[in-house]
């Protein structure tokens, strides 16, 4: 069956600082990608996407490439703020025709400080 | 425009009870999802909804589990003789025909079973 493996946290890190947070997966057939965002007291946003290999997905300064031979999907940030301070998911769809349910990691929860 | 909503958003009942969680997702979205999320982990798969069929209740952990969506819209998730293993946050999330692929997810129904 398909899964997600993620980063453990938490993951803490300085205002400016870089961020990783790895995701791999395993999945039959060819799944679309995905990076959810839980922020405190809210519901999980979708932060970006990528549906083929080689796609990089990008919003808000983060990124990440679907990468078929590695399995992987990595988050990526240049700079934090402490506004991106919440929970990550990493997640993936392997879809049957019009159903695209979600397979979740288990969340990276990230702290930036000032 | 308003996005997902899920009432109530806090439900706190006694094993044993039947209890109902709603969910009402964006306007014209076809496609339902409900998902499962216990604390430290990652939204598990539920049920998937493609109007008003259940096209995909492989998720339900048991037959106590149950949702319906009568009219393609508004949908229930109903739980009967509730026990302390069920306390979780219940999301709801839909999509649109033309964005399959991009789940908008409600704020949750947290339950908790004494």
């Known amino acids: 069956g398909n899964s997600v493996t993620q980063m453990e946290g938490p993951v803490t890190l300085s205002e400016e600082a870089f961020l990783t947070i790895n995701c791999t997966y395993t999945a039959t057939g060819y799944p679309s990608l995905f990076w959810y965002v839980q922020y405190p007291g809210e519901g999980l946003q979708l932060l970006l996407k990528a549906t083929k290999a080689d796609d990089k997905g990008s919003n808000k300064g983060f990124e990440a490439t679907y990468r078929k031979e590695t399995t992987s999907f990595h988050l990526e940030k240049g700079s934090v703020q402490v506004s991106d301070s919440a929970v990550y998911f990493c997640?993936?769809?392997?879809?049957?025709?019009?159903?695209?349910?979600?397979?979740f990691g288990k969340g990276t929860l990230l702290t930036v400080n000032p | 425009g308003a996005g997902v909503s899920q009432t109530p958003s806090n439900k706190v009942t006694e094993k044993g009870k039947y209890v109902e969680l709603r969910c009402d997702p964006i306007s014209g979205h076809t496609a339902l999802y409900w998902y499962r999320q216990s604390l430290g982990q990652g939204p598990e798969f539920l049920i998937y909804?493609?109007?008003?069929?259940?096209?995909?209740d492989s998720g339900l952990p048991n037959d106590r589990f149950f949702a319906v969506r009568p009219e393609g819209s508004v949908s229930t998730l109903k739980i009967q003789r509730t026990e302390r293993g069920d306390s979780a946050m219940y999301l709801c999330?839909?999509?649109?025909?033309?964005?399959?692929?991009?789940?908008?997810f409600g704020p949750g129904t947290r339950l908790t079973v004494l």
């Open positions: 999330a839909s999509s649109s025909r033309d964005y399959y692929n991009e789940q908008f």
């Open positions: 909804f493609q109007g008003t069929g259940a096209a995909d």
């Open positions: 997640a993936l769809s392997d879809s049957r025709g019009s159903n695209y349910k979600l397979t």
